[in-house]
């Protein structure tokens, strides 16, 4: 039989509120706290239809479900359903893909 490892690094409360803080705080350093070194992350917002991809690229996986808000470079104001696909390795996020409901423009 398999020998299996779980991931426990998004299990407690401190971590399940950091992750989503170094991504709102645009903090790449603290972000990459949680991620392996060869870390593949799907963004979304972008052009392609995977988003913007960052690789630094597993058998443990895990979801997010967020409220996506801000705005576009062109000024109006984003506000949508989100979730993130994770996929971990020694503990740390190997995968990232994020998806996002898109909504017509909205003028709030």
């Known amino acids: 039989m398999a020998n299996?490892?779980?991931?426990?690094?998004m299990d407690?409360?401190?971590t399940r509120a950091a992750f989503p803080d170094?991504?709102?705080g645009h903090d790449a350093n603290a972000l990459m706290d949680f991620m392996i070194k060869d870390c593949v992350l799907d963004a979304v917002d972008e052009s392609e239809a995977h988003g913007r991809r960052f690789?630094?690229?597993?058998?443990a996986r895990g979801v997010s479900e967020r409220l996506h808000t801000g705005r576009r470079p062109y000024g109006w104001h984003v506000e949508a359903e989100c979730c993130d696909l994770f996929e971990f390795r020694h503990e740390l996020v190997a995968l990232q893909r994020a998806f996002l409901n898109e909504r017509p423009?909205?003028?709030?």
């Open 4 to 9: 299996t490892q779980t991931s426990t690094l």
């Open 12 to 14: 407690t409360t401190d």
């Open 22 to 24: 170094a991504f709102n």
């Open 55 to 59: 690789v630094g690229c597993g058998a």
């Open 105 to 108: 423009k909205q003028n709030f």
